[in-house]
């Protein structure tokens, strides 16, 4: 299997260490192989080699912020850019990992649809295409027998897709609802040992979990944007951002989390998709709910089935190798069903 | 595909109802269809078409204890047993939902070697061939190309080794751990709301949770069959019941329910395995895990992995429909691999 990159931050390079440090294990235990023709960044430079570029030299150049010293190997280009790639490239599988648009799903869009376009089965880590144009994208997938898949938008690797999707296939899902944002869940815990909302805030960009501007996970749009990916994959809606009503975390108080302790109940973030729509609010959860005992940046969904009534899963929702992962598990999905 | 069921109790008839709703559904949205071609019962009679049975008229008789009243069309077969049905008949899979039976396996062991010398891809909600033989299964598959699944021997539906074994493949998983009883987890929970032991057993008994000998649930064995299941799948070893240490909840007072309570923890019966043994034993959990706050009937499991950390799993662990599901779920997966 052949793979292009877009993009060669954490997520790239997470995928890259697990596919370096696994190979001899994936190929014996798994049958599977997988070679990176292709990486395309913004700011490192881009690299092509039809036999597959050399993962240890990756990931030591990018450590120094450019692919110069990426050593030369005919019939290497350094310029080719993702459409080069794709048009002329001889790759099976485009990866998307370049930063997340929830605006315009772009450039990351117009990529997509142009492997697809070029028969390329397609993965995702970058939420803005499958938030923003999912139907369509599935729709032209379908069409050319090709595969999408989006593993690590929702919840990194931990594999909610994978349950939604294959495992849960013969039942009807009814509901989504979830914490999939793990900064401000990581505040929100914080503030119930007694720290303000300022300075769990801060401790959480420290740490590395908020961004410098955490407007977008505080304000609950990173959430509302795997609700979004929830609801047009689970339910087959069209909706879009509008659709959704959101509510952020910024005006729960420490006193409003001091409460809900004293009744025995705890605030969560929850995105909820259902097949009439979705909405991110923070709720007061009682402790029988499985959601509740969800910590710091862990993240948690619940699906409410026919069959199987409830089923939830938690685990990771960030991290370099936990989002890397989801792209081996999409690209060995992948293998198994073609 | 075209299945011979052995057994056609709660898990059988629960899969055949969900066939016979779903039937629609399943062939429109995943290109799914299955045939009954072979029913096995120990006590209604068997019967065998090869063009496949009636599922309505099947679930009509079965429920009047006799297969009597399964109207005739030649060419039905009445005297087949499931030997003559792998031998002589068409069939692609055995599902084995019989009752299990955890000191020898049989008869469903001898069945299942017999159905997989014959061809036949396997699926298991019996739990003892898993528990007992499943190496020399899982070699005999693999060597002639065939599949074997047993999705419903470990928290009913709830899809753990699909979890384990698919979405978690190119994960290491490196312990698993769970709430696999349902029954001991209900008298557990009821226990800490004031019910003595004795009591929460009677209900768990009235509710048809328990059987009347309880001593399989109470005293560990169930949980350490799930455990033995999960230890030989997930990591290859042979090990025997006779290799698990295994403590029920016999000894477990409603003074230590109360006294864990009073230190913010919950006993859970926990059953554990890791690539070198397993055990069954009560814990005491702290509230931050999050098996604790699985109350009622409700299993869960928590695999750790090398990639992701730990990943818990929270739903049904038993129930008509519930278990019925598993079986489904494993027959698309193969539909899927095949």
Known sequence: MKLILIGFGAVGQGFAEILLEKCADLS????????????????????????????????????????????????????????????????????????????????????????????????????????????????KAAAAGLHMRYEATVMAGTPTMHLAEDALAGCEIRSARGILNGTTNYILTQMESGMTYAEALAQAQALGYAE???????EGWDAAGKGLILANALFGSSLTMHDLDVTGITDISSRDVDQARQSGQRYKLIAEARPDGGAVSPQRLPLSDPLTSVGGSTNAITLDTDLLGRVTLIGAGAGKLETGYALLADLMAIQRAT
């Open 212 to 218: 410098t501007d955490p407007a977008g996970d505080v």
């Open 28 to 139: 014996a235990r798994h049958q599977f192989s997988a070679d990176i023709v292709g990486v395309v960044t913004a700011s490192k430079g881009n690299l092509y080699h039809p036999d597959g570029l050399d993962i240890a030299h990756l990931l030591r150049t990018a450590a120094t912020g450019s692919f110069m010293d990426y050593p030369e190997s005919e019939p290497l280009r350094r310029d080719w850019d993702a459409s080069d790639m794709i048009r002329r490239g001889s790759a099976h599988v485009l990866l998307e990992a370049s930063p997340t648009n929830l605006q315009t799903g772009q450039p990351a869009l117009a990529t997509c649809h142009l492997a697809l376009d070029q028969g390329l089965h397609i993965v995702l880590a970058n939420k803005g295409p499958v938030a923003l144009d999912y139907a369509s994208l599935r729709e």
